[in-house]
């Protein structure tokens, strides 16, 4: 327990704004950091919601850098295999987390461990974050949906059969719910009187297009022989038209708008990456693409260049 306290002690001191205090936590964990137990208490710390956001911030770094130093077998001073096994444990015990900043931290670290140990090492995982997204706990969905966001962009890359045996199955499990969940978001954003409401909209929205998008590229044989896949194109050819109707529609201030844009350009480049994957399976949407280009650049471009011309004369 002493050393335990010594390591928390450190990482309070690391945190300090005063940078003798700060050094001293410092070059504390770096004596620690190869040493045996170190990134099971770190993942204690993290777990540990009565500390300062801070501390439990900071453990969750220590463990990344640990994972890019020490975790593969081999390494020197590699982790041992029971200590990561804890460590992978604790993760998915706090995936629902509050604070935004330390949920960012966990997703990042999720994503670094499961690109090298999903699925051989951790197989847990991917259930776990199917079951997850689908939760009644929409902060439990957030977290889960943006940390699948991360693991699926990493497994979609992957090119060895067993690998993409796996994406293949995840995507037959998970797409049609993922399909829902994104377009019950994107006619929220637009029906939402809220802000606030809006942009956690745009914010799911967002996360589902990317999974969805790499789902579509990368988990069928053949995307237009799937209805779900099918049914994913169709509607972004109708809402993509929607959303620079509601671009058009914003004032130039309104805080949705980098929102907005965002979700608008992720269909587009789907639609692109579809295309480029997919030539022979993209050939029957070749003239609704060149419609909704020439919409893109002739309405929308045209309207917020003269939108912005119009902005910047008024000032005076």
């Known amino acids: 327990m002493t050393a335990e306290r010594n390591i928390v002690e450190a990482l309070v001191f690391a945190c300090s704004q005063d940078p003798e205090v700060l050094k001293v936590g410092e070059n504390y964990l770096k004596e620690c950091e190869t040493q045996p137990g170190f990134y099971t208490t770190l993942a204690k710390v993290l777990a540990d919601r009565s500390l300062d956001v801070p501390v439990r911030w900071m453990a969750i770094t220590y463990i990344k850098n640990g994972v890019d130093r020490y975790w593969r077998p081999g390494a020197p001073h590699a982790i041992d295999e029971d200590e990561k096994a804890f460590v992978r444990r604790t993760l998915l015990g706090n995936v629902e987390e509050r604070v935004q900043q330390v949920s960012a931290q966990l997703v990042a670290l999720i994503s670094r461990i499961a690109r090298t140990d999903c699925p051989d090492k951790w197989p847990e995982l991917l259930p776990f974050l199917a079951q997850s997204v689908c939760s009644t706990s929409l902060l439990m969905q957030q977290c889960s949906l943006s940390c699948l966001k991360d693991v699926v962009k990493a497994l979609a890359a992957r090119r060895l059969a067993n690998y993409r045996a796996v994406f293949f199955e995840l995507t037959g499990q998970l797409f049609a ?40 590229v990368h988990g069928f044989p053949r995307f237009n022989a799937s209805p779900e896949a099918v049914t994913f194109v169709e509607q972004l050819f109708q809402r993509i038209p929607a959303f620079i109707q509601l671009r058009k529609q914003l004032s130039e201030n309104h805080p949705a708008i980098p929102l907005v844009e965002k979700v608008n350009a992720l269909m587009m480049k789907a639609l692109q990456e579809l295309q480029s994957h997919h030539p022979i399976g993209y050939v029957t949407y070749i003239t609704p693409t060149l419609e909704l280009l020439f919409l893109h650049v002739f309405t929308y471009a045209t309207a917020i260049a003269s939108q912005n011309l119009y902005s910047q004369n008024s000032v005076p």
Do not use: G, P, R
Not at 186 to 193: H, K
């Open 177 to 216: 719910y993922l399909l829902q969940l994104w377009t019950h978001h994107l006619q929220n954003s637009i029906s939402q009187s809220s802000t606030e409401a809006v942009l956690e909209s745009l914010k799911m929205a967002s996360d589902s297009q990317k999974i969805l998008q790499q789902m579509a």
